[in-house]
């Protein structure tokens, strides 16, 4: 039975792309979205899924749309 799962690995290696790409460290970007540094971590090493409310707060801080993160994280599944 096909069980679909998404992808830890992926959405972590698109949230740290993300933050490269916005010249963000992760302490920054921790503190713009009100989240710990090593919960930051831990999900951009895929050992964490972010909650929707997180993805959230970390749209927020990359002054983008939750749904083109979504998007980006889809485009590499």
Known sequence: MFEPMLD????GET???IRRKKTLSQ??????AGIGRTHLSAIERGERKPTLETLYRLS???DMK???IVIEIENKL
């Open 66 to 68: 939750m749904s083109d």
């Open 15 to 17: 949230i740290a792309e």
């Open 60 to 62: 927020v801080a990359f």
């Open 8 to 11: 830890s690995k992926i959405v």
């Open 27 to 32: 302490d920054v970007l921790s503190g713009l």
